[in-house]
């Protein structure tokens, strides 16, 4: 990784990631997290009562999950362009995103891992999965398109 | 035989606020009917995505399509059955404007025996210019669990009496 910024990438990074969230209410509503390992983040949402959609299961709210990728995506984005050369211009616009539920999730933490499939200049394609006790079984997986930040558009 | 559409519509702010979420980002009901909802959530400054353009989160329009995607499809069932979203298709069609409430009408239009398919548009003024459309797909008798619309039922002595059929054990 290119050290544009002069200092070290890896605290930097961490550091600016975790700005990022912060300054996002609905994040903070939420409660979202993340760890850097290197360039691999893992988005943290840990259990609270206010996530809960239904309760005799209990389960988590679906859309909270969804939601959760979505912002996994969107903060993977970030960090790839946090670490390039031009930095983040703007956050990236969600276009699209496919959703399939897997399994219902359980009141206790999630996670979630995002893998950039293709980034271009204007379009990236994303692909997102959440678990929680085993990474092995996901609770759900998202894929997605997202609007890059680009300079000269709006 | 009490519907689910009928107790939802006497008792939808209860129905609402049996669920947690739904609760905590102060969703309201606009109007139910029969495979038909209409939800509401009003705009609140802690959920604002983009803190640059003060707009409310997408999340905030995935729950409430989630949400209102599920609630007409109970309104289209005839007994209470425990329903799990299988899939959910979102187009983000354009930002939403800043400060304003976010509506959402989904459509249930056709249901199976373990499928119901939604459609639906979240919008902030105008419905034809939703802010978002989606395609569901819901599972119907997904589990044991009961529905927040069934427990909510069963607590206030609104005892369903069809016996829900299919998948146990």
Not at chain 1, 97 to 125: C, D, M, Q, W
Not at chain 2, 124 to 141: C, G, H, S, W
Request: glycine share 8%; net charge negative; charged share 20%.
């Amino acid at each position: 990784m290119s050290d544009v910024s002069g200092t070290t990438p890896d605290l930097d990074l961490d550091a600016r990631l975790a700005e990022i969230l912060q300054r996002i209410p609905y994040a903070r509503f939420l409660g979202v997290r993340a760890e850097l390992a290197g360039d691999e983040m893992t988005a943290v949402l840990p259990f609270s009562q206010h996530l809960i959609g239904n309760p005799s299961l209990p389960a988590i709210h679906g859309g909270v999950i969804g939601a959760f990728m979505e912002m996994t995506a969107v903060a993977q984005l970030g960090l790839s362009q946090l670490s390039s050369a031009t930095g983040l211009v703007r956050q990236p616009r969600t276009i699209d995103v496919t959703i399939e539920y897997l399994r219902s999730g359980r009141p206790r933490t999630t996670f979630a891992r995002a893998t950039i499939k293709r980034e271009g200049r204007r379009i990236a394609n994303v692909q997102v999965e959440a678990w929680q006790d085993t990474r092995a079984a996901p609770i759900a997986a998202l894929h997605g398109h997202f609007l890059l930040g680009a300079k000269d558009e709006a | 035989m009490t519907r689910p559409v009928d107790m939802m519509r006497q008792l939808a702010p209860q129905v609402l606020m049996a669920s947690p979420h739904a609760a905590a980002i102060g969703m309201e009901v606009v109007s139910i009917d029969p495979a038909e909802a209409v939800l509401r959530v009003r705009f609140r400054p802690d959920l604002v995505g983009d803190p640059d353009t003060g707009v409310i989160a997408g999340g905030v329009v995935t729950a409430l399509l989630d949400h209102t995607c599920g609630q007409s499809v109970m309104s289209a069932l005839e007994s209470y059955q425990p329903i799990a979203t299988l899939d959910l298709r979102i187009d983000y069609m354009r930002p939403a404007g800043p400060g304003l409430d976010i509506f959402c009408h989904a459509h249930c239009y056709k249901v199976t025996r373990s499928v119901a398919f939604v459609r639906a548009q979240a919008y902030d003024l105008d419905r034809e210019d939703p802010v978002a459309t989606a395609q569901a797909a819901f599972m119907i008798n997904a589990n044991r669990a009961m529905s927040p619309a069934e427990t909510v039922a069963r607590a206030l002595g609104h005892e369903p009496d069809g016996a829900k059929d299919g998948a146990k054990g």
